[in-house]
């Protein structure tokens, strides 16, 4: 049995729902706060190469692919509580250290080895999430994340020989996914307003990144395509701004 984070989520969404009913006329209390994060990320999926020789034949090759290092954010947002309840909206600016060339070789279907290298890459990564948690202990809060994320992807790639030559392709596009996870938060006990998070995040697949190019005999066509997710473990450091 396969762990889903996004069903995990809605069904403590529904839970939750029902536990917060004793807060509909509670005294809800509010604050701004402000934090700094990095972590370890694993991005992996399949890359897909197509190519229709100028001879009638096709060649394909699918390929799974990974990735992994670090990544570093800022992020703020404005947190409510009820009792032992939190909520929250947080908006997150995200730096990346991955993307790493991907070196492979294969033969194709007119018996020629060709070599391939390739490298998926994000930038300008935000995400909007909402936070969900309830303090089960005094100064432990399990919390809950769920949101969208939006970055610009690149694929690039590079073979030889295809269509009596070298192909290169690079494309680039805005891509939106959902983001979600779960972690733990715990405030320092000698600096007030300070807490610190361990966290769990997942990416789910967006829109797959699409290239096509001809040959250099103008008759040969490539297409190449890849749709990765990511999982990532982080630690944040947060200020929480006193209303």
């Not at 229709?52 to 404005?78: C, K, M, R």
């Amino acid at each position: 049995m396969h762990f889903k984070p996004r069903h995990a989520i809605s069904h403590f969404c529904l839970w939750a729902a029902l536990a917060l009913a004793p807060c509909a006329n509670a005294q809800w209390e509010g604050n701004w706060l402000i934090g700094v994060s990095g972590g370890l990320a694993e991005r992996e999926g399949n890359f897909d190469l197509v190519i229709n020789h100028a001879q009638g034949f096709t060649s394909s090759l699918v390929q799974n692919q990974e990735d992994s290092g670090v990544f570093g954010a800022l992020f703020g947002g404005y947190q409510i509580r009820c009792n032992d309840w939190l909520m929250g909206a947080e908006l997150n600016v995200e730096w990346q250290d991955l993307g790493r060339d991907q070196e492979s070789a294969f033969t194709n279907a007119l018996r020629q080895g060709t070599a391939i290298t390739t490298r998926y890459s994000q930038t300008n990564v935000v995400a909007l999430t909402g936070r969900f948690g309830y303090e089960i202990f005094p100064n432990f809060l399990p919390y809950i994340r769920a949101g969208v994320q939006t970055s610009r992807d690149k694929l690039d790639f590079f073979g030889f020989p295809i269509g009596g030559g070298a192909v290169d392709l690079e494309t680039l596009r805005r891509v939106w996914r959902f983001t979600g996870g779960f972690g733990v938060e715990a405030p320092i006990p000698v600096l007030m307003g300070l807490s610190i998070r361990a966290e769990y995040n997942f990416q789910a697949k967006a829109g797959a990144i699409e290239a096509d190019a001809l040959g250099v005999d103008n008759a040969t066509l490539v297409n190449t395509s890849m749709r990765p997710r990511t999982n990532a473990i982080l630690l944040s450091a947060v200020i929480n701004l006193l209303s």
